[in-house]
């Protein structure tokens, strides 16, 4: 029963297809075909994890493609998705990687680095579960550096005196508080020595000096929760750096031979420190820092990591259409159809070795993408067409979408020039007419030159606002109205001189 809760938890925690297209809607315009395929294949994740283990097996990821000229909103949807889901997210180039045996990235780098950004995530997930455990045991550092207990305390026995009680006197106002000070407000002036043979007398002055000690230092620790001591600098000592990143080919790749290097000579080399002197501020986030890496269980860390790759990891493959292609006539093409080759077995299911320990591949989600100008989907080798069943067509965009593209997303191109203005303390109001003819030129643009999609309009929006971010801290006038007669006069440049627009990309 317990494991079908958790199940039912795992469904419950997760966003609905509708949710996921909602959220993408916030950023991304239209292409609501490729935004239901990718809710659809994230939902269905969740819902392979409550199928009983041997179902799970046989149930495997609908890897999707995308197609589509650039700037349509591919990138963007896989960018939005990283934000999105929790679940280990990796973007890749794929005209980075070349065939196994060559200089260069080979393929199954993709999911040691997924690996990796899985490994830092439930890392950080556990740093802020002991938070609060490691923020108690940085600030008792803290105290010890800036209220040290008196050796005469630490070793009862030795020769010092009750006089030897002393605070540092760096702490504003810590010297008025006496140790001598009995524990019920009365002045004391016992003063004995520390013989080694301690009388009960002796015993039960330095059990109250302790106790006067423990009262001071709690003082002091709820001044330093205050925020009294921020700017008090104090020495601590830090880690030194790790030993120097180096590169060694070897069949296994180049990626992890520096990781085996580093292990290796940590357990022969003492960990080095050196001590700075920082701020109270500082020295707290470092030493919270430190107590949390001390708190936390890296066995189980990788085990969750790892177990997350495998169930619910993705991998958005960019610029598949540069691999697509026959092989070429005068020589291996080992960039192109022997990356699709190495690809190939981690899309179907494999074991991939890591530093952390070996990740299977056969749930991991691949969501690939690409313009295919020069090229096919048709172009890739069959067998790994047939490891993408979901294909989708992303439209090219038209005036409409450019002006939504412009006001509607949070993060519409319109409010972010106007808050960046906005700094300089001018308010500019650019008009509905503004933004129609924005569009109007961008859609022109792309049509007469080359079509770059939304990316068109950064360039448009750059060009129309050049002369104002030059001028605007020397403007007197702060409020500032772009119409349509504005936006015609600063880009008439860019349609009248085709030359020109080829240059502003």
Known sequence: MEKKTDETKILADALTPRQIVEELDKYIIGQFEA??????????RARRQMLA???QDEVSPKNIIMIGSTGVGKTEIARRLARLVDAPFIKVEASKYTEIGYVGRDVESMIRDLTEISVSRVKAEQAVVHEETALELAEERL??????????LKNPRSNKTVDDLEVDEDIDEVESIDLNEDVDGDESDIQLPFDIEMTEEQDEVSEKQRERYKKTREKLKQRLKNGEFEDKEVDINMKARSMPFVEIFSPGGIEEMDINFKDMFSNILPN?????RVPVSEARQILVQEEAEKLIDMDAVISDAIERVENSGIVFLDEIDKIAGRESRQGPDVSREGVQRDILPIIEGSTVATKYGSVRTHHVLFIAAGAFHVSNPSDLIPELQGRFPIRVELKSLNKTDFKSILTEP??????????????????????DDAIDEIASLAFQVNESVE??????LHTIMEKLFENLFFDAPDLEEKGVTIDADYVRGELAEIVKDQDLSRYIL
Do not use: C, W
């Open 35 to 44: 935004k239901r395929s990718v809710a659809i294949a994230l939902r269905n």
């Open 53 to 55: 283990d041997d179902m």
């Open 143 to 152: 105290l010890d550096n800036l209220f040290p207990m008196p050796r005469s």
């Open 272 to 276: 080095q420190t050196k001590k700075r």
């Open 410 to 431: 949070k993060n519409a191109l319109v409010k972010q020039y106007t808050a960046l203005l906005h700094t300089e303390g001018i308010e500019a109001t650019i008009t």
């Open 451 to 456: 079509d770059i999609g939304a990316r068109r």
